[in-house]
């Protein structure tokens, strides 16, 4: 399923946050937003998952208005790993990921077979069946980060919206969550701030800056040097990744003045 942003804007207290984005995300491909903080990516996210409605614009589900369908519906289409889905109840690992299936529940309808398998498999490949009667309050960040994620994975939603999936992730979950995302067939939108991850898992990449967006395309044609250092005033080297051909940025650190 097509996800698009068609000439969002927010504003909120009177600033304009996001400015006229139109940003298009195709059947199953892996889409990145970057850009400095407070450039706007996550505002622009909330909106896809319906936390913010825009000032302006309009978000399209296929060829549906987001904003016309039911909620129940929309949370069939879409899930959403917000930046903040902080978990206040100590509810075990299980108990979260199984909350992926309410909206394909009726009221108190009891997990089935087959809701029931798909959290056991969801959990297993994010590394997770080991922690199922843990409260996820006693978890590390990452393993909390990996908790939402499964639970989103388990809406079965056809569009997936993530807001910095890997903060708190070491390299091996960060790499692994990546991959899943590549393989999963899934519509994706995601916001990173490693621009080298984004490279690597990304078919296209949008560069936000000021809350608007700046460039976008694929990988190769974003991330330049000139395009580094206007966006996020760092002067950066870009290789190919011997294995895989992907641009990869290196950053040589500034030498500082003496404390």
Do not use: W
């Not at 990546?178 to 393989?183: N, P, R, V, W």
């Amino acid at each position: 399923m097509e996800l698009a942003l068609d000439g969002l804007s927010v504003t909120i207290d009177g600033k304009l946050l996001v400015r006229d984005l139109s940003l298009a995300v195709g059947d199953g491909q892996i889409v990145g937003l970057v850009g400095p903080n407070g450039s706007g990516k996550s505002t622009a996210l909330k909106c896809v998952y319906r936390a913010l409605r825009p000032s302006s614009g309009v978000v399209r589900v296929g060829d549906d208005d987001l904003s016309r369908l039911t909620p129940r519906r929309s949370a069939q289409v879409v899930a959403a790993m917000a930046q903040d889905g902080a978990v206040d109840l100590d509810f075990t690992v299980a108990e979260v990921v199984a909350l992926g299936r309410a909206p394909h529940l009726r009221g108190n309808q009891a997990l089935g077979a087959r809701e029931r398998d798909l959290c056991a498999r969801t959990m297993a490949r994010l590394d997770l069946t080991r922690l199922a009667d843990r409260g996820v309050l006693t978890l590390s960040g990452g393993e909390r980060q990996r908790v939402l994620l499964a639970r989103a994975l388990v809406q079965e939603p056809r569009i997936l919206v993530l807001d910095e999936p890997t903060n708190h992730l070491d390299v091996r979950h960060q790499i692994e969550l990546l991959s899943l995302l590549k393989g999963s067939g899934l519509t994706v939108l995601v916001v990173l701030h490693d621009l080298n991850l984004a490279a690597a898992a990304c078919d296209r990449i949008g560069v936000l800056s000021q809350g608007a967006l700046v460039a976008a395309g694929t990988p190769e044609e974003v991330l330049t040097t000139g395009l580094v250092d206007e966006v996020f005033g760092v002067k950066a080297s870009v290789i190919s990744h011997p294995l895989t051909g992907d641009p990869q940025l290196l950053y040589a650190l500034s030498p500082s003045p003496p404390l």
